[in-house]
């Protein structure tokens, strides 16, 4: 399938990392080397090409009393609060195909109550699919905390340093003096070998902090390491992924693991050493990978895939709204259970 789907996702004029089969591939082995619920993928025909396809995993979601059996769009291995989306042909996102689709399911798969569509982008194909299908039972809520992914422009026409706040940029010059220059050093990986070489020094960054005290670091979440070295694997032969790392005196003291795609470089993993925290070195090494951008794979758009608060200070231009949405079965009982779950949902927010 992996042709037909990258031939699928060529034609995508609005292209992110989840759109990309590699990104899936990495995916699915890591759920199997970890025995996790395994990765599957409904696709749609039309003759002998691909027109859709649809990455899940069945899930049991549980809102308030009311049990559900769901197909989830997939995301991470940790099923992170991130945005996610369909693939689907520009020529099916503006039509009823989901309803069709979602009607197929009904009359051959009866082990499903709901569709859970977590993180879906305001600009998404899964956001232009569902607005085409307005008879279907759709629950949509808010993202919550993480209701936003921010973009910050940074492209040959754009000056992204000339946003930042008066005080952050007296902040990065004042870091920089923190730490003798002579002892620093920026480095890059973006071949697979280099990665493979940085990536034990990249982990042990990670965790050096509260991410390690929390086991929130992928050093200390098995299945994060493993999908980590599969993007290696999956993302490194084109030079689509890369490893930063911030040395002083050789040694490693912040460290950025990202995916370099359709012009987007996606911070997916960030740490730093906390005893240098005075030296700000997180944000030390995005401003050394925004000013070096020119020398390493172009890309015009940064994001952290999300919007933390400490990306704020970079002043991110572009907002675009996450959306949470469940899809039930279009039937009777179908429409019902999603009223009964839009009142527990209802009666939790007052």
């Given amino acids: 399938m992996a042709p037909s789907w990258r ?10 990392h989840f759109h990309h089969v590699e990104w899936y591939l990495a ?8 025995n996790q619920i395994p990765l599957q993928c409904l696709a749609v025909f039309q003759g002998d090409v691909i027109t859709a396809i649809f990455p899940f995993r069945t899930m049991k979601l549980q809102i308030g009393t009311i049990s559900l059996r769901a197909i989830q769009l997939a995301s991470d291995p940790t099923e992170a609060q991130t945005a996610r989306d369909f693939v689907v042909a520009p020529t ?8 069709g689709f979602l009607q197929f399911m009904a009359q051959n798969d009866p082990q499903w109550d709901v569709v859970s569509l977590p993180g879906i982008l305001a600009d998404s194909l899964a956001a232009t699919t569902l607005k085409s299908s307005p008879k279907l039972p759709i629950l949509e809520s808010a993202g919550g905390a993480w209701g936003r992914m921010e973009f910050l422009t940074c492209g040959n026409e754009t000056k992204p340093f000339s946003r930042l706040s008066k005080g952050f940029r007296q902040n990065l010059r004042t870091s920089h003096h923190k730490i003798d220059p002579s002892d620093v050093k920026f480095e890059c990986a973006s071949t697979e070998h280099d990665l493979m070489r940085l990536l034990p020094e990249f982990l042990k960054v990670e965790s050096s902090g509260w991410k390690g005290e929390v086991g929130t670091s992928a050093l200390k979440i098995p299945a994060m390491e493993t999908f980590l070295r599969q993007l290696i694997s999956q993302f490194g032969p084109s030079g689509s992924c890369e490893i930063h790392l911030m040395r002083v005196s050789d040694q490693p003291i912040s ?3 990202g995916i370099v795609t359709d012009n987007i470089w996606y911070i997916f993993r960030i740490g730093y ?6 030296a700000s070195p997180g944000h030390l090494i995005i401003e050394n990978l ?17 919007a933390p608060p400490w990306f704020h200070a970079w002043k991110p231009d572009q907002t675009v709204r996450v959306s949470n949405v469940l899809v039930f079965r279009p039937s009777p009982e179908g ?16």
Avoid at 273 to 278: F, K, L
Avoid at 294 to 306: D, I
Avoid at 335 to 350: D, H, S, Y
Wanted: glycine share 2%; proline share 3%.
């Fill in 7 to 16: 031939s699928l996702t060529a034609q995508l004029a609005l292209k992110r």
């Fill in 27 to 34: 995916l699915a082995h890591t759920f199997d080397r970890h």
């Fill in 92 to 99: 099916l996102s503006g039509t009823s195909f989901f309803s």
């Fill in 255 to 257: 460290a950025l693991f």
């Fill in 273 to 278: 050493d906390e005893a240098y925290h005075r």
């Fill in 290 to 306: 925004l000013t070096q951008r020119s020398t390493q794979r172009p890309f015009n758009v940064l994001t952290p895939y999300n």
């Fill in 335 to 350: 429409i019902k259970l999603g009223q009964q779950v839009q009142t527990v949902m209802r009666n939790a927010q007052k």
